[in-house]
């Protein structure tokens, strides 16, 4: 059973950076691929950024593309989002996600393709 906790969030004003991170333990990190999705207030969960188990390849949102981006350190078990340039339309409950490397395919934008769910970061962004 893989545990995910992310911290990092919190109130910036518009235009302003974060940094988010999501910590993994009792699993092997490598095994898995790894997605940031997001909830704001009345809307659906919605796929942020994703990146391979490997790091070889990333995929961002249309919305997020060129001001977000996702890292992983594989020796501290971490997956990073750094977000910058944000406004107020990126305010919501940041989730870290994993996929198995096991499965089919990497469908890192799709909710129930992923196995394991952090408890989320609030990241509130003023005009």
């Known amino acids: 059973q893989v545990q995910l906790v992310e911290s990092g969030g919190g109130l910036v004003q518009a235009g302003g950076s974060l940094r988010l991170s999501c910590v993994a333990s009792?699993?092997?990190?490598?095994?898995?691929?790894m997605s940031w999705f997001r909830q704001a207030p009345g809307k659906e969960r919605e796929f942020v950024a994703a990146?391979?188990?490997?790091?070889?390849?990333?995929h961002y949102a249309a919305s997020v593309r060129d001001r977000f981006t996702i890292s992983r350190v594989d020796a501290k078990n971490t997956v990073h989002l750094q977000m910058n340039s944000l406004n107020s339309e990126d305010t919501a409950v940041y989730f870290c996600?994993?996929?198995?490397?096991?499965?089919?395919?990497?469908?890192?934008?799709?909710?129930?393709?992923?196995?394991?769910w952090g408890q989320g970061t609030q990241v509130t962004v003023s005009a």
């Open positions: 996600a994993a996929q198995s490397i096991y499965s089919r395919t990497w469908r890192y934008d799709t909710k129930r393709a992923h196995n394991f």
């Open positions: 009792g699993g092997t990190f490598s095994n898995y691929h």
């Open positions: 990146i391979q188990w490997n790091g070889a390849t990333t």
